[in-house]
């Protein structure tokens, strides 16, 4: 059984892909970039980049019925690791602030662009 997930709370796909599918027991999210769904506005600063990409990861894990403390895996592309250390504080506060028993696990990876000339882009697998 394959299903798309799609909710306005998160920026509608700007190409040919979905918000998300889901598998049953797993959710497979697209990589969401920091754009506010509400206002499509894109922060500045990499640490308020970081919080609106895992705000979207949110709402798209949420629609799927699921909670953030549900993700098992992350891919976090970054523009320039020189911002890894305060996009990894507020990554860490993220998953704290919404209750996930550790963390999930995580890869990074430096990228030379990204949609839109943004600072990040994430994507999350979670599990029933």
Do not use: W
């Amino acid at each position: 059984m394959r299903n798309i997930i799609h909710t306005e709370k998160a920026p509608a796909a700007i190409g040919p892909y979905v918000q998300a599918v889901d598998l049953g027991n797993l959710v497979f999210t697209s990589g969401q970039i920091p754009i506010n769904p509400a206002t499509g506005e894109i922060p500045k600063d990499i640490t308020a980049q970081a919080r609106q990409s895992l705000e979207n990861v949110k709402a798209i894990i949420e629609q799927a019925g699921l909670k953030v403390a549900d993700i098992v895996k992350t891919t976090v592309f970054v523009k320039d690791l020189n911002d890894f250390a305060r996009l990894n504080a507020e990554y860490e506060r993220f998953f704290k602030e919404n209750n996930h028993p550790n963390f999930p696990a995580r890869s990074c990876v430096e990228v030379a662009r990204l949609p839109k000339d943004v600072g990040v882009e994430i994507e999350a697998i979670a599990v029933r």
